[in-house]
């Protein structure tokens, strides 16, 4: 399909930071190879971007919007054109391919005279248009002019080219509805760091978010419920019937259409996920006859509906379509039919995750579909679902995909497997021949806690951006030509807001970026770190939101054989100093300095904890009760 390019301004205000001397200590994420050479080229008013003659419309709308983005910052009105003979900028597509770029790689050499950024396909020159961004000062991030300052771009040699076709980021817009706008937003976002794939979890619990013209109940019913201002916009208190149900929203297909339409200017692909057979009580809501049990149902709006236990769960409230009710195939038919055409991507993603099946195992009608079938657990119930929603995704010439639940019955050789589970059901999933894309909780779950526990909102697990960083799609014994990729996950229970949502993706979304994008070798943590607070210097000039959670001491205890009580400190980011208090006080850099775990004092009640570096304060302080401190003690 053809891309058009023409709403890129907001992309191209690309990361990274000011060129030093060590270019590639700015660039997220690493290029293959960069070469740095001596001087720097300066971007002026006289500056020409041209691109060849004979190029395709996509380039000469980049080259279009690459003017207007500079503008902004520089507030140069940069020409453009074809062949330029004074181009300080070229856009060129290689006439003779290089096999190693493919489709998405470029070539960037930045000399004295000019900037030159050749590809295979408009793809490559898109990414490689980001880097640039990347290379030159953080102020160009302003939205406004900035004046006194020298645009230069250090001289150097860029051949760079993605490790992973699939390079996704997941929103959740279920859980809490984002506009059009703000998905538009965080699609821009997004490819500042080479980022293609967008994977909306489009239906859950909680709403219903795209509509679906011949079930209209979906989104008059299923995408509202009562609206809440307390925990997470979601507090768990009992609807009153009488409540407006004014909370919520969805995407009409025109919609849709639109963000599809933008991403694919943005060379980005959009994967919808219909969430199913689990997760669908606002369906349910909609529809009650698709439940085994029927009755009324209420879209989620925070009372308990799962029991969570150790090793497994189960429904409070039925929230599943029903396996053996032909109505619901007859509905996912009519869902499909839909909102195939709105996609051009060739997956479609249905869930699968945490079915509860304590509902299915009292259904009579599922007794009998087992006795039908053959089937004699429930994870086989659930394969026999998710076989015949293959079969209709597959007749709307799409693959099907799901989580990586959908393995547990066994599943047909054609359905492709999201891991999110840890790496277990990847690693399964590729010697079983199924193409996997990587998004374990353990490394790529970007809702969890980012720092310590006690200064962040309480989410039930965390993640660092070291252990984010060390993410490695391709585990040990998978074979990497059935892995397609990776993905960071954002889920939105806990997140109600886009500034709290940008909080919680950047910047350990960076490291997702980092493990799709670099070859394997070329990562390294502190290199990682250097770059990230580079960023940092750039989001506070484009005042995007982000977590400097990174800067925060690692707070962790143990205790010696006499059952005395030791902190023990750490920091994510090297060159910090700990500086630690027990009678109350705030501590600053002349208190006692962390170098070995500390003795907590019998009669201590708080241990207050700061980071510093280079004399200044540069986390956020932590008070911590040493009777949380005792309860962090591993247990043996």
């Known amino acids: 399909m053809k891309k058009t390019l023409l709403p890129l301004i907001l992309v191209l205000g690309i990361t990274a930071a000011h060129a030093q001397s060590k270019p590639n200590a700015s660039v997220i994420p690493v290029p293959a190879s960069l070469i740095a050479n001596s001087g720097t080229f300066t971007l002026t008013s006289n500056t020409v971007i041209s691109v060849s003659s004979g190029s395709s419309s996509e380039l000469d709308n980049m080259s279009n919007q690459l003017s207007k983005v500079l503008q902004t910052a520089t507030g140069f009105n940069l020409k453009t054109g074809h062949d330029a003979p004074d181009a300080g900028i070229k856009l060129e597509l290689l006439a003779t391919p290089y ?89 821009d976002d997004m490819v500042k760091f080479k980022f293609n794939l967008l994977h909306l979890h489009l239906t859950d619990d909680e709403g219903w978010r795209i509509e679906i013209k011949s ?111 032909e109505k619901v195939y007859e509905f996912l038919d009519k869902v499909f039919t839909e909102v195939a055409p709105l996609f051009p991507f060739e997956y479609i993603h249905m869930g699968g995750d945490e079915c509860a099946k304590n509902f299915w195992a009292k259904s009579p009608a599922v007794q009998a579909l087992m006795k039908r079938e053959g089937l004699k657990t429930m994870p086989e119930v659930e394969s026999y679902f998710v076989r015949r929603v293959e079969k209709i995704v597959n007749s709307k010439g ?42 374990p909780t353990t490394f790529a779950y970007l809702d969890y806690v980012q720092g310590e526990p006690l200064l962040e909102a309480p989410v039930y697990a965390s993640l660092r951006l070291n252990k984010a960083y060390s993410f490695e799609p391709v585990q040990e014994g998978m074979d990497a030509k059935y892995v397609l990729g990776g ?63 990174m800067y925060d001491a690692i707070v962790e205890a143990s205790k010696d054989d006499k059952g005395n009580l030791y902190a023990n400190l750490s920091t994510e980011v090297s060159g910090m100093n700990i500086y630690y208090s027990f009678d109350e006080s705030n501590p600053d850099n002349y208190y006692p300095k962390y170098s070995k775990p500390v003795l907590v004092p019998k009669d201590a009640v708080t241990m207050k904890i700061v980071t510093y570096r280079d004399g200044k304060q540069i986390g956020k302080q932590i008070n911590i009760p040493v009777t949380e401190l005792a309860k962090r003690v591993p247990k043996k």
């Open 487 to 549: 993905q960071g996950n954002q889920w939105t229970e806990q997140i109600a807001n886009y500034r709290n949502l940008q909080y919680m993706t950047w910047p350990r979304a960076l490291a997702i970026a980092e493990a799709t994008w670099s070859p394997k070798e070329k990562k390294d943590w502190n290199s990682f770190a250097s770059r990230v607070e580079k960023q940092f210097d750039r989001w506070d000039i484009s005042d995007d939101k982000y977590s400097k959670a």
């Open 398 to 439: 799409k693959k099907l995909m799901g989580w990586d639940e959908i393995l547990e019955g066994g599943i047909s050789p054609t359905a492709h497997v999201m891991s999110w589970r840890g790496v277990k059901g990847g690693i399964e999933a590729a010697k079983s021949k199924h193409n996997v894309v990587m998004s």
């Open 99 to 187: 096999a190693s770029l493919g489709n998405e790689g470029y070539r960037l050499q930045v000399t004295p005279t000019g900037v030159i950024i050749s590809a295979n396909k408009p793809a490559g020159i898109f990414y490689g248009i980001q880097s640039f961004m990347q290379l030159l000062p953080k102020e160009i991030e302003s939205k406004t002019l900035v004046n006194n300052i020298s645009w230069t771009v250090p001289c150097v040699t860029i051949d760079d080219q993605p490790r992973f076709g699939w390079r996704g980021l997941m929103l959740d817009v279920s859980r809490h509805f984002f506009t059009k706008e703000e998905v538009k937003k965080f699609m």
């Open 215 to 325: 079930l209209p109940k979906l989104t008059s019913v299923g995408a509202w419920r009562v609206e809440r201002n307390g925990k997470w916009a979601n507090s768990p208190k009992a609807a009153d019937d009488s409540e407006p149900k004014t909370y919520g929203g969805f995407y009409t297909q025109e919609d849709i259409k639109e963000l599809v339409k933008y991403g694919q200017d943005r060379f980005v692909t959009i994967l919808p996920e219909i969430d199913v057979p689990g997760h669908s009580l606002a369906a349910l809501a909609a529809y009650p006859e698709l439940a085994c049990t029927g009755g009324e149902h209420k879209v989620f709006q925070g009372i308990p509906i799962m029991n969570w236990f150790a090793g497994g769960f189960e429904a409070i409230v039925e929230n599943g379509l029903c396996p053996a009710n």
